[in-house]
């Protein structure tokens, strides 16, 4: 991103070091032998990935400075799961998994949580985890709507970060016969003419496809509430959403990739932000 600003750089030996905390994305659990993405050219290990979510937390558990706080980036069980009717039974096998971690895991909800589970379903399951959320005294603007799922917290004094619901405008999840299901559904087709709404070929947007998302205006407002504040108290910011995006808000100073599967934890020094 070409704020004006330098970029951070990497971590220097004169570094402080504040803290640490873990990123997993895309571990896609299924009870199925290996398969392939949706174009056909990534093996996926189905049944593999508990191998090396399991290896993550041992990891985190292990470490001789544990991470604060572990955030799974969405796509916890595969889609494959809905078609033969086993999405709680892997879910729960996942989320057992997790339980196992020491430190607090913060859930984001990406399509693959929603090819297998509705919205309400979600909302009210293991995948929530907004009780974790900080709550502001005297800033109930920074508190989100209930009609998204995003919160913000801090795991360490002056960093906070906020979890953002990337699937807030989608046709996935949703009531096909809801007003916001038509509402993104016109706004889908109005950029992708494509009869195969997954498939990007020809278009000059490629991320209006149908396995994306996008953010509500009332989300965003939100968010701005949230910056606003942290701007206001001199707070480094880490955003945390499922999906990738062109560049960060202009309030982070620098973007990076989460990795798929697994990651050592991302050391925080001082005058760095991050989006996840």
């Not at 909302?123 to 919160?151: C, G, M, W």
């Not at 087709?189 to 009332?218: D, I, K, M, T």
């Not at 509430?225 to 982070?252: G, M």
Request: negative net charge; aromatic residues 12%.
């Amino acid at each position: 991103m070409d704020d004006g600003k330098p970029s951070p750089g990497p971590l220097s030996e004169t570094s402080e070091f504040l803290f640490s905390f873990g990123v997993i994305a895309d571990i896609q659990y299924a009870d199925l032998e290996d398969g392939y993405n949706f174009q056909g050219n990534r093996r996926r290990y189905y049944r593999h990935s508990l191998v090396h979510l399991q290896g993550a937390i041992e990891h985190w558990n292990t470490a001789g400075s544990p991470p604060r706080c572990v955030l799974q980036l969405g796509d916890v069980i595969d889609g494959y799961n809905a078609q033969y009717k086993t999405s709680e039974k892997s879910l729960e096998l996942v989320m057992s998994t997790f339980q196992t971690l020491k430190a607090p895991v913060h859930h984001t909800w990406g399509n693959h949580e929603f090819y297998n589970f509705s919205r309400h379903y979600l909302t009210n399951s293991k995948l929530n985890t907004k009780f974790l959320e900080d709550q502001i005294v005297r800033h109930p603007e920074t508190v989100p709507s209930e009609s998204y799922y995003a919160y913000h917290f801090v795991p360490f004094p002056q960093f906070r970060f906020i979890l953002l619901d990337a699937y807030d405008l989608s046709v996935l999840g949703v009531d096909q016969s809801s007003a916001k299901y038509q509402q993104c559904l016109k706004i889908l087709r109005g950029h992708n003419p494509n009869s195969e709404l997954n498939s990007p070929q020809g278009l000059s947007e490629p991320q209006f496809v149908q396995f994306n998302g996008g953010f509500s205006q009332e989300q965003l407002n939100w968010l701005n509430e949230v910056l606003t504040f942290s701007d206001t108290n001199q707070e480094k910011v880490v955003i945390v959403r499922p999906l990738s995006t062109v560049s960060c808000n202009a309030r982070v100073r620098s973007s990076v990739q989460a990795p798929h599967q697994t990651s050592a934890s991302r050391h925080c020094g001082p005058d760095r932000g991050v989006c996840c």
